[in-house]
């Protein structure tokens, strides 16, 4: 379904603004659509988790933030939002890197795209997207949630630094860097609205076990021992599940359970 304008949808484009998500923040127009979409060439104060900046070059990737206003859902299940936009990515991403040139691009000529907890899209193991929800309540439900989303495209270089006192992440890559070519950020752009839509309708109606289920199948490291590290220090474990609410659950190797909330453990 191509981008429009309609009573259900609504899009904004910018050029520089602070950040897609302030904007939305403060937008309060007489009538608002079921979704709003804003999207930007740039923003001088992008941000990802826990205020983690997120740095795009003007002009070279995908900056924007939907607004939709899921009071169907219960306060306890704001994650299902954050599963349908992660999952919107990573299948839109898929598509285009399967469309590419199996001559160009890393050995495999469709590399894995998946999801690592809580929500950003891998491909392979660097970093190609990442999504930062605020969500605001009405009593036991969602009143309105601000999903903003970064996403490599055409940046050919980037100069993240690493973390403290953790390893030094693989640099993140692009759709440029993985297919040796440019790619036109609307169509990228169309892809992902459009396979949030589906999932959307999904949550209105009713089916978010579907969505949690398609999750679990496209998680980083899904398979395996790996290796993690927490406030008591590194570990290894595997990845049982992921519960509705968002907490992972991890099965370490004397094959405790441990429980975790976002930013409680990090992958090492």
Wanted: hydrophobic share 40%; net charge neutral; aromatic share 8%.
């Amino acid at each position: 379904m191509p981008l429009d304008n309609s009573p259900f949808f609504q899009m904004i484009e910018l050029g520089t603004t602070g950040s897609t998500n302030d904007f939305l923040r403060d937008y309060r127009p007489p009538r608002q659509p079921e979704m709003t979409l804003v999207s930007a060439d740039y923003q001088t104060a992008g941000r990802g988790q826990t205020g983690n900046s997120w740095e795009a070059a003007p002009g070279q990737n995908l900056l924007f933030s939907i607004l939709v206003h899921p009071n169907f859902l219960h306060a306890d299940s704001v994650f299902a939002i954050s599963e349908a936009m992660a999952l919107a990515i990573r299948e839109a991403l898929e598509v285009q890197l399967a469309g590419a040139p199996p001559t160009v691009g890393t050995a495999a000529a469709s590399p894995a795209v998946s999801v690592k907890w809580p929500n950003d899209i891998y491909v392979g193991g660097s970093k190609i997207a990442g999504i930062l929800i605020e969500n605001e309540f009405c009593g036991t439900h969602l009143a309105r949630s601000i999903i903003g989303c970064g996403i490599n495209v055409n940046q050919s270089a980037f100069a993240f630094p690493a973390l403290p006192a953790t390893p030094t992440p693989a640099p993140p890559t692009s759709l440029a860097l993985l297919t040796g070519s440019t790619h036109e950020r609307s169509l990228v752009l169309d892809a992902v609205v459009t396979a949030f839509r589906r999932r959307y309708a999904l949550l209105q109606g009713g089916r978010k076990g579907e969505l949690h289920a398609e999750y679990h199948r496209h998680l980083y490291r899904r398979e395996g021992m790996h290796p993690f590290v927490d406030a008591q220090g590194p570990f290894r474990a595997s990845i049982s599940h992921v519960e509705p609410s968002g907490h992972i659950v991890l099965s370490d190797e004397d094959h405790r359970l441990r429980r975790y909330m976002f930013k409680q453990v990090a992958f090492a």
